[in-house]
């Protein structure tokens, strides 16, 4: 099945730098790219994701990027804010069939002000 | 809609007893998946259902592990009998489908389980 590799396990930067987080999958058919983002003591949300036919996206201070041939995928915070602080969590899946959500192991995030 | 609703919020039992977690999707979701979080092994997805169908438990951890879904808009995830390392937070999320543009899974607040 799929395996899903999240480094680092912990970040800290400080306001206004910028983050990334990256990801290695193992499954070569897995074609969707999820990001989640957890606060302390809620529920996962998602705050982007990306599918095989695109190598990057973007949504306002956040992007992510995927490299097929080398099966890794990153997520990139620019201009860190406080609010930006949680854990991060990545997922693969084949987006087919009954492939499900193979997720990472998280990176907590920590902003400094 | 309110999204995915889970009860109780928090449970505190003792070794042995039955826990009992339960959870309603969003309306129209036609998948549901139960998940359980710990510090050490992150996030394991137990179960899914499709149409109310279990399509695949290889995550249940054991026997003492069961859910149901009876219906589109309710199921429910049993330990019998509960044992401290069962301790976690437990996850509902539901989703569309599985493909194409569907596939954005929506999870609920929780439930927080602590067995004593």
């Known amino acids: 099945g799929e395996n899903v590799e999240q480094h680092p396990s912990t970040l800290s930067v400080q306001e206004g730098d910028s983050a990334v987080i990256k990801c290695t999958y193992s499954d070569s058919a897995s074609n969707y790219f999820p990001w989640y983002k957890q606060e302390l003591g809620k529920r996962p949300q998602l705050i982007i994701d990306?599918?095989?036919?695109?190598g990057e996206k973007k949504d306002q201070r956040i992007a992510v990027t995927l490299n097929k041939t080398a099966k890794h995928f990153s997520l990139h915070i620019t201009e860190t804010q406080p609010e930006d602080s949680a854990v991060y969590f990545c997922a693969a899946s084949k987006n087919s069939g009954y492939s499900t959500l193979t997720f990472g192991k998280g990176t907590m995030l920590l902003v400094s002000p | 809609d309110a999204g995915v609703i889970q009860s109780p919020r928090h449970e505190v039992t003792e070794m042995g007893q039955e826990v009992t977690l339960r959870c309603k999707p969003i309306?129209?979701?036609?998948?549901l998946f139960w998940y359980r979080q710990t510090m050490m092994r992150g996030l394991e997805l137990l179960i899914y259902?499709?149409?109310?169908?279990?399509?695949?438990d290889s995550g249940m951890p054991e026997d003492r592990f069961s859910a149901k879904m009876p219906n589109a808009s309710f199921s429910t995830l049993k330990i019998q009998p509960s044992e401290p390392r069962d301790s976690a937070v437990y996850f509902c999320?539901?989703?569309?489908?599985?493909?194409?543009?569907?596939?954005?899974?929506?999870f609920g607040p929780g439930t927080r389980l602590t067995v004593l």
């Open positions: 259902f499709n149409n109310n169908v279990p399509i695949d």
């Open positions: 990306i599918r095989s036919n695109v």
């Open positions: 999320a539901s989703s569309l489908g599985l493909a194409g543009l569907t596939d954005t899974q929506y």
């Open positions: 309306s129209g979701h036609d998948y």
